[in-house]
């Protein structure tokens, strides 16, 4: 046995960050060693009193002393470039959720890390991730049928964004809301054929700068392509105090459900359901991030380098028990 | 590109070599070849028409014409003699499901199977199988927390067996319900204390030969051990007909229910559930092991010998698609 733990780095401290420290300190396997960011070390402030933080350009200095950094960057910008670079020289892990850019993303960090002998896991966290494995497994179990997923009743940062970019806005929180009726259509079994709008309505909650001309926020919300034009929406406008007191939490969640038949001629019907209730999004994140630098770990002492996904790693890489202790106390 | 199917061969035809039949009809990438069976040849009625029915003895001799034999008897005595014994030859998937003997259970099929170059996964199916899954991923993701496992409403076939086996008794069927509170309790995220008696209860429909003692029967029921002493258990007195009406068929189901905790001062609360609603038990938990096929079809490939559970193999192992297609299409 050894009692060294894994030691893992965190590079970058914002929501995904902050939720990494906290989810290591619930392992008692790994430890967290080092924060880096790009912004001024000493700006960082985080919970734990003795956790170093280092500059993110200093990071190639402390290659022995690190076993896997979590990339907590955004998939816009920050991760289609730094997971491929620090690949080379670290074992990594990242929440890169934007879902059409994935097989380039994987291209990239597949072959950083086996020009480097190192272990890598892309697009980890629950979607992509959790709510990924669970289409996976229930399509292979069930080849006949349909598969949903369902997200919300939760805030998406993306939509929030978008509202904060309108002119006249001084502050939003959008829910993802997903629609009673179609969830219950789907988990019926009756495998009904649902358009974006059927799925899913959407809720904001605006706070506007003084004199703003409202019926144009609202307008321009609910016309905005691809974030709003397709979904039912509804805009309340509330004051800042509103917002901070009811509206700080960043809770998620949702559902993954296939609907199929088995049978000769299809005379049974099974319904398939994961979901997910969560209070908040980016520690719930974290958590599976953490999984995943215990995953990338044991990938690297086995020596199977290169980029993989939650796909392609055996399910036992990710818990703190021994494969025969999981046989014997989670089969 | 190869255009061959896997050929997978049932030993065995019950309700489960049945279902396998069935499930393979839906995989365009595998076949079924043969089957076997320790009955007469002759008596064994396939749903195809053109598959070839064996005496189990002679397996031996089709070593080079089946891919992976997927064994379908009982736990209790077939499983644990056959699956070592054709590991030695065979690539072979069973879903062995007494829980305490796994263990022993995994050691005797992977002594078989190294040493004869072969591929094996055991207690395959919902649970053991895609359960235990859940219950590994939701503990790794969420370390601090209380897993649940709930089954029914569905037909124990254990349970109805005991009650057949009471004096008096010509037929039975048993159906394990969870209680609803329970249930709201766990999905609250309170992460309550449940016994045994709080989480399930018995429903047993029961048919008695004419001019037995109803009232023995019922006590004798309700006080035995094990399978119903420790239930809230209800026994309802039917006649054949109405058992075949409406207790014909085995369905099944349950959830697997995480509640759990992140931040650093555990302020968060998470719930994570998978919950599978089946008309067939044995037809759901036969597409399980037809996608367990694939996958050691496919270990077989890879050089990956001896025995494995699905916590030990890569989940894309199940899927038809690629690697690649499966993350472009499902991550």
Same sequence: chains 1, 2.
Avoid at 181 to 210: F, I, M, W
Wanted: charged content about 25%.
């Amino acid at each position: 046995m050894k009692n060294t733990k894994i030691k893992v780095a965190v590079y970058g401290y914002g929501n995904i960050g902050r939720g990494v420290e906290a989810a290591l300190s619930k392992c008692d396997d790994m430890e967290l060693v080092a924060i880096f960011t790009r912004r001024e070390p000493s700006k960082i402030k985080p919970n734990g009193k003795n956790v170093p933080v280092f500059r993110a350009q200093d990071i190639l200095s402390f290659k022995d002393r690190i076993d896997v950094v979590i990339l907590c960057g955004g998939s816009a910008t920050d991760l289609p470039v730094q997971t491929p670079e620090l690949a080379l020289d670290f074992c990594v892990v990242d929440s890169f959720d934007t879902h059409a850019r994935i097989p380039e993303h994987f291209e990239h960090t597949d072959i950083a890390a086996r020009r480097g002998h190192r272990s890598a896991i892309i697009s980890s966290g629950w979607d992509p991730g959790l709510f990924s494995l669970m289409r996976l497994y229930s399509e292979a179990a069930l080849p006949c049928g349909t598969s949903y997923t369902f997200w919300g009743k939760g805030v998406s940062q993306g939509h929030s964004d978008a509202i904060r970019r309108i002119d006249g806005v001084k502050d939003a929180r959008q829910y993802t809301v997903p629609v009673p009726e179609a969830l219950d259509a789907v988990r019926s079994g009756n495998a009904p054929e649902l358009s974006v709008r059927d799925k899913h309505t959407r809720e904001c909650y605006v706070v506007a700068q003084e004199g703003a001309d409202l019926e144009r926020i609202e307008r321009e919300i609910k016309e905005m392509p691809n974030y709003f034009a397709d979904y039912n929406t509804t805009v309340y406008f509330i004051s800042q105090e509103e917002l901070l007191r009811d509206h700080s939490k960043l809770p998620h969640g949702g559902s993954v459900i296939r609907s199929g038949k088995s049978g000769f001629d299809n005379e049974n019907s099974h319904v398939v359901e994961f979901s997910l209730k969560l209070d908040s999004n980016p520690e719930f994140t974290s958590g599976v991030l953490v999984a995943s630098a215990r995953a990338v770990y044991r990938m690297k002492e086995n020596e199977m380098y290169g980029c993989k996904t939650l796909f392609d790693v055996p399910p036992s890489y990710f818990h703190p028990m021994t494969p025969e202790e999981l046989r014997a106390k989670l089969l």
